[in-house]
C-alpha cells in the first residue's frame, strides 16, 4: 500500500466506517465493488480528487427526495471546478461533460 492508501485507511477508520476491498483492478470494478456492497436507500460516488465538496451532499440528496431517480453533478457547471484539472484535462472533460447531455 502505497503512503496515500495507508493516510485514506487510517483517515476512514477514525470515522468507524466500513472498509471494502475490492478484489479486482480499475475504477469500474472499484464503483461495482462498492455499489454492490451497500444497503442504502442512496448512495454517492465520492472520489477524493478535491472536484467536489461535501456540503453538496444536503442538496443532491435534496433532488432525490424531490423526485429525481438519479442526480449527476459535474465540476464544468456554475461555480464549479477542480483543484486537479489540467488546461488538457480540463478541455477533454468539460468536451465529454457537453456531449454526455444528449445521451442521459
Known sequence: MSKEDIDTFNAIKEYGEKIIFQKEKGFGNALRTGINSIDTKYFCVFNADG???????KNLRQKLEDGSDFVFSSRY????????DTVLTYIGNF???KNMQYFV
Open 51 to 57: 472536484s467536489f465538496d461535501p456540503n453538496d451532499l
Open 77 to 84: 457547471i456554475e461555480n464549479g471546478g477542480s483543484e486537479d
Open 95 to 97: 468536451f465529454f461533460y
